[in-house]
């Protein structure tokens, strides 16, 4: 990391905090607070101890975050892919809302969540990732091993590939260091790598960092949605490995925040980007596509060992409640809506279902899919059915290779293949009773009424916010009377950057 010596604009955050809180504060109140968000990379939700993983301790640290806050159990990213999701999560709005439907840059109009914190004086960090936080100059960071300049050589380099856990120590302790030599409060975003392909043991010598377990194949539990073969069981075995990885690095700099006197004015969230980088997960809009580990602790305020299982929270939220536990002023236009009142054990209205997307890979191939999600059902819609055949990291490597083997003389095993290669129309799940996905329900009449109200409401949602797939959709299915519903007419982006054309095939 380069050294950082302070100058006039590195200093006037500092100074403006020092002058707020010699003016304007009460005796014995605290000060303001600080912020760690910490993602994992392509951690599927139910890999988590507390989650319900029967893995033998799996994640102890990640369980004891649980244990000390608030845990959410209908958590969703809105978007299961790497730069998409965290973008969502510092704007506000849904990836077709914010000028990056795919891996583009957020477009320039749309605020994000550091200019604001650093108008109101914190210290902006980024630890892992930080490529997939775009235009970087936006974002000004001020400091964080690839902070000024974040190419994919760089984070390699001053992390270890992500993956070595005493440069992430030594990183986010210079970090907290600073912001204590500068008095001023901090948000600080920690990524780890880990699970994200490669896995332990896969790509070379230079992913094999020290791990504090190994797992077998005969440890591990094969997923619902991927069939139980010797060749998927041996990736799997990798993918829990680099698992328990991360979790290992979320406990160290979790030691290292106390260490450093930071516990009780810190607000920590845990979450991951989006599920794991195996068929019918990432990349996708399937209940374990977007489903999230969210876990929040929030000494004296969220209760330790609290489970919120009626409360729908999504990534396009984390900014508006992020912005009004700091107190600071409401930005615009964002889709979310701030959930903190939830973390204070609060009643508050809230939504009883989620919306989620997919539209690009990071090679421009257009997949749009959009879903809404509900405590019991959920329904997809697949415009690019008919138009392109599914091809992204999830359908690469062992676990894909041996499902297309297998199909060769399994019929089940071939019908998922096809199923995710070429997809269909649109998809309906009971997810209280099929929470793997494995029977559509699209044709069944007795779903019928079902299939209809959540058409609407998936139609009412792209109206709200303006998505560029809703046009299709309403003429794909004859919906009617969508704008009814909100009278007070859409809300645009005026100069929102252009959709190439590749995108909206």
């Known amino acids: 990391m380069t050294t950082i010596r302070p100058t006039l604009k590195r200093l006037l955050p500092a100074l403006l905090v020092a002058l707020c809180a010699s003016s304007c504060a009460v005796p014995d109140e605290p000060g303001p607070i600080n912020f760690l968000l910490i993602t994992a990379d392509d951690l599927e939700w139910s ?37 998409p999701s965290r973008q969502t999560l510092l704007t506000g709005r849904y990836p077709h809302n914010n000028g990056a439907p795919g891996f583009h840059p957020i477009a320039d109009d749309v605020p994000i969540l550091q200019e604001s914190l650093r108008r109101a004086g914190y210290l902006n960090g980024s630890i892992g990732k930080t490529r997939h936080l775009q235009p970087t100059e936006r974002f000004g960071w001020d400091l964080g091993p690839d902070a000024d300049n974040p190419g994919e050589g760089i984070w390699m380099h001053h992390l270890g590939n992500g993956r070595d856990i005493e440069l992430y120590k030594k990183y986010t302790t210079e970090v907290l260091r600073l912001a204590k030599e500068e008095s001023r409060p901090f948000w600080l975003m920690l990524n780890t790598h880990d699970p994200h392909k490669p896995f332990y043991g896969d790509g070379g010598e230079e992913y094999d960092y020290p791990v504090s377990r190994k797992y077998s194949p005969e440890e591990i539990e094969v997923p619902g949605f991927l069939p139980d073969l010797p060749e998927v069981r041996e990736e799997l075995a990798k993918y829990y490995t680099s698992v328990r990885r991360a979790d290992d690095i979320v406990g ?11 516990r009780e004015n810190t607000l920590v969230m845990f979450l991951s980007d989006n599920g794991s980088s195996f068929p019918f997960a990432k990349s996708n809009v ?39 536990a700091a107190g600071l002023k409401e930005v615009p236009d964002m889709d979310g809506e701030s959930f903190l009142a939830l973390l204070k054990g609060e009643e508050q209205g809230w939504r009883t ?45 062992p676990t894909w290779d041996a499902m297309v083997e297998a199909g060769r003389t ?4 071939q019908a998922r293949v096809d199923l995710f290669y070429n997809r269909v129309p649109e998809e ?45 959709f309403k003429e794909e299915f004859g919906i009617k009377g969508v704008e009814g519903f909100w009278p ?9 950057a252009p959709v190439s054309a590749r995108v909206l095939r």
């Not at 405590?375 to 490597?397: C, H, L, Q, W």
């Open 488 to 496: 007070l007419g859409r809300r645009g982006l005026a100069n929102a």
């Open 286 to 324: 399937y209940l374990n596509s977007t489903k999230t580990p969210w876990i929040v602790r929030w000494p004296g305020v969220a209760a330790a060992g609290s489970v919120d299982t009626s409360h729908f929270i999504s990534g396009i939220d984390y900014m508006p409640t992020i912005l009004e």
């Open 428 to 472: 309906l799940y009971n997810y209280k009773t099929d929470p793997d996905a494995l029977v559509n329900l699209v044709a069944d009449p007795a779903y019928a009424d079902i299939l209809a109200v959540l058409r609407q409401q998936l139609a009412n949602e792209m109206y709200r916010t303006d998505d560029f797939m809703l046009e299709r």
């Open 410 to 413: 399994d019929p089940a095993i």
């Open 47 to 83: 890999t988590v101890g507390v989650y319900g993983s029967h893995v033998e301790a799996i994640t102890p640290n990640i369980d004891q975050l649980a244990s000390e806050g608030l845990r959410f159990t209908n958590a969703h990213v809105n978007i299961a892919v790497c730069q």
């Open 353 to 397: 279902s989620v919306f989620t997307e997919y539209n690009t890979t990071f090679h421009e191939l257009a997949l749009h899919m959009r879903a809404i999600q509900n405590e019991d059902f959920g329904y997809i819609y697949n415009p690019f059915y008919g138009r392109e055949k599914v091809a992204m990291e999830a359908s690469t490597g």
């Open 252 to 262: 160290a700099i979790l030691e290292i925040l106390d260490d450093e006197g930071f």
